[in-house]
């Protein structure tokens, strides 16, 4: 039985606006009253984390509030970026960090990576959940766990022991995001099960056992619990069905042991 506590995030990316995402953000809030076996956080769009905070806020809510993004920079001259600290300001305690829309379509590679999962670690506020996964490409050419691995490598250079705590990693194939299609249960108990032993390599297997491993691409109502139900995957990161609540929440409790 595993000791990790199963987190669960929603990843809004550049949908919703202001009213919408209020909207959303509330059902969720309502949603998960009462339920303290499952972090969930939402990620909304950076202009909208501050207000969104104000949402969470007034309902004294324990669902976190999450950036899907930010800048290695402290501060200076980065038009249109936003730094560790200005994230941390807006309330915001979770950072996504590699999203693989960030990785394939931006175009950022594992150098600058490495630097923003630095960067949101020294907050002290703030966990950073770094995401990993392979292409199709890499997937049939059978690199899945040789990209896991590089990529783990690459992005936790010069990660701290004393930071683990505020790590959590998504594996998300890239080739899964959004496309409706999902890793096999069994597939992608492997890949985690593969990225923990690497983290056990890094950090030292007691360690390994206490991050936990998000599985994420095309997560759905039906398809959820038996991912989760999976021993290395310690819930989902959730793209599309984040943005309906009733299938956000039913995702969560599917997370629910
Ligand atoms: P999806 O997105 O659930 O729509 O596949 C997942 C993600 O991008 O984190």
């Known amino acids: 039985m595993s000791v990790r506590k199963p987190f669960v995030g929603g990843n809004w990316k550049i949908n919703t606006y202001l009213e919408t995402g209020r909207a959303l953000g509330r059902e969720v809030v309502a949603g998960c009253e009462g339920i303290d076996d499952v972090e969930v956080a939402i990620f909304p769009p950076i202009a909208y984390v501050l207000p969104m905070a104000g949402v969470l806020g007034k309902a004294d809510s324990k669902v976190l509030l999450g950036a899907q993004d930010c800048y290695p920079e402290p501060e200076g001259a980065f038009t249109g970026e936003m730094s560790a600290s200005q994230v941390a300001d807006c309330q915001a305690t979770v950072v996504l960090v590699g999203h693989s829309e960030r990785r394939h379509v931006i175009g950022e590679d594992d150098a600058l990576i490495n630097r923003k999962v630095l960067a949101v670690l020294a907050q002290d506020a703030l966990t950073c959940m770094l995401c990993i996964g392979e292409t199709l490409e890499q997937r049939e050419a059978g690199q899945t766990d040789v990209v896991n691995e590089s990529q783990l490598r690459a992005g936790l250079n010069g990660v701290s022991p004393t930071q683990l705590d505020r790590l959590i990693i998504a594996y998300e194939p890239v080739w899964a995001i959004g496309t409706g299609r999902t890793a096999t249960p069994e597939d992608a108990q492997n890949a985690h099960a593969r990225c923990r032993e690497v983290l056990g390599e890094l950090f030292g297997p007691d360690q390994a056992q206490a991050i936990r491993i998000l599985y994420g691409g095309s997560v759905k109502p039906g398809n959820a619990r038996e991912l989760f139900g999976q ?27």
């Open 231 to 257: 021993p290395d995957i310690d819930g989902g990161l959730i793209g599309g069905a984040s943005l309906k609540g009733e299938d956000f929440l039913a995702i969560i409790e599917a997370a629910r042991s």
